[in-house]
């Protein structure tokens, strides 16, 4: 896993390396803002923020799969739902008080971020590296 003070998996590609930092810092800025038990007014911006971030994120790589017929296009965009509903899920336990249980699927937010950068982004990385982008 990446802690903060490590350097983020690079996929090769600048625009979806940019973007995952991005995704990360905005993690690390909700996780410390839970952690500082800031008010719950506060929270749910940062979760929307992260959101709209990921928003942006997820259609950029899909664009990139679909311009070079990459073939786990599908697949791979099913793994972005499945970040979209850990957040909604964090987002849920932060609405409802349940901010221990909201930190703890943040850090399984977090880890399930780092593996898919490192299992699925870094093939996508792959892929578009052989066909010239970087």
Excluded at 15 to 41: P, W, Y
Excluded at 75 to 87: D, G, M, N, Y
Aim: aromatic share 8%; charged share 25%.
């Amino acid at each position: 896993m990446v802690s903060p003070n490590q350097s983020l998996p690079s996929v090769h590609v600048h625009v979806l390396d940019n973007q995952h930092e991005v995704l990360f810092e905005s993690i690390e800025r909700l996780e410390k803002a839970m952690a500082d038990g800031q008010s719950t007014a506060e929270l749910p911006q940062i979760i929307n923020a992260l959101y709209t971030y990921a928003s942006q994120h997820g259609p950029t790589e899909e664009r990139l799969m679909t311009a070079y017929a990459y073939p786990w296009r599908d697949v791979h965009t099913i793994e972005h739902q499945k970040f979209f509903t850990r957040l909604r899920e964090v987002e849920r336990m932060v609405g409802e008080g349940h901010s221990t249980a909201a930190i703890q699927t943040l850090s399984r937010l977090r880890g399930w971020l780092e593996k898919h950068i490192e299992e699925w982004d870094t093939k996508l990385g792959d892929f578009l590296n052989s066909r010239g982008i970087d």
